[in-house]
């Protein structure tokens, strides 16, 4: 992706250099912990489902000084921020719309957010409550080694527009509506709502992508497309425990997350955005 000397986002945080550390009493990393993170998404930043991570009576802050490797991968990430802010303010303006631009919070080892305590192990999320993006960007490194995704730094890019994505739900109520329907549903159903809620996340970062194209350069959308695929559902469980259950899904195959990314890519167009539709009967 072409990003050096490009606009950077002020709407970030880089808590990186004051790591606060804490013992994780769920563990796992972020794929033992999808669930509880889908829970937690969808439950409009209730702080409970956070706090089940991490023991706050354990955590110390460190304080050390960035490499010349993070500051950079810093600034890298305050410019994929900035293309989705111009991407979404000129999407709900066409739409007569405000968009609030989310913040994001760049972390090591555990961070506190408006949701509650947070470990690394939770990998990227975002935290309605304070609606802001938070990353650990070691994750991707786990990613690459733990789940065979591809390096680069589109992987990244591709990871930050879907959590945003996220964001662009919380906006329009979506997520409070999924809530409303997850709580009147049985816990297959539930798991059904979750898929379609990180399906259209990903949608959506197809979207960013599709109007992101100037700055795309080749192997960027197969970087993206390895990471949806890492992160499917069955390719995670096959690889943690070697069986597929289809019933405990909450993010959606490695297929279907990378067909919502390549529609959203394709498209650019929010009326084919329905994941609900197609997923639910």
């Not at 089940?52 to 010349?68: C, F, I, V, W, Y």
């Not at 935290?127 to 960007?137: E, S």
């Not at 409070?176 to 997850?182: I, K």
């Amino acid at each position: 992706m072409k990003w050096k000397g490009r606009r950077q986002s002020s709407n970030v945080e880089d808590r990186r250099g004051m790591s606060g550390r804490g013992k994780l009493v769920a563990g796992g990393g972020i794929i033992g912990l999808i669930f509880v993170i889908a829970q937690f998404v969808l439950s409009d930043g209730d702080v409970s489902v956070l706090e089940q991570l991490q023991d706050p009576g354990t955590s110390q802050t460190e304080q050390r000084e960035l490499t010349a490797e993070e500051k950079e991968l810093g600034d890298f990430t305050e410019v994929v921020l900035a293309d989705t802010e111009d991407v979404w303010n000129e999407i709900f303006a066409s739409q007569n719309m405000t968009y609030n631009e989310p913040g994001m919070v760049l972390f090591s080892d555990a961070v506190r957010t408006g949701c509650g305590n947070a470990s690394a192990a939770t990998g990227p999320f975002y935290c309605p409550a304070d609606q802001k993006v938070y990353m650990d960007l070691t994750f991707f490194e786990e990613l690459r080694t733990r789940f065979g995704a591809k390096g680069g730094d589109f992987a990244i890019a591709y990871v930050i527009a879907h959590e945003v994505g996220h964001h662009v739900q919380n906006v329009l109520g979506t997520a409070s509506e999924v809530r409303r329907l997850q709580q009147q549903s049985s816990q297959t159903e539930a798991n059904e709502l979750s898929v379609a809620m990180e399906l259209q996340a990903d949608f959506y970062a197809g979207i960013w992508a599709h109007y992101n194209q100037e700055y795309l350069q080749e192997g960027d959308i197969e970087e993206a497309l390895s990471a949806a695929n890492a992160v499917g559902d069955d390719a995670i469980q096959r690889r943690v425990s070697g069986n597929v259950n289809p019933d405990s899904f909450t993010h959606g195959t490695s297929k279907q997350r990378m067909e919502w990314f390549m529609k959203g890519y394709r498209s650019g167009d929010m009326n084919q955005r329905d994941t609900f539709s197609a997923l639910l009967h």
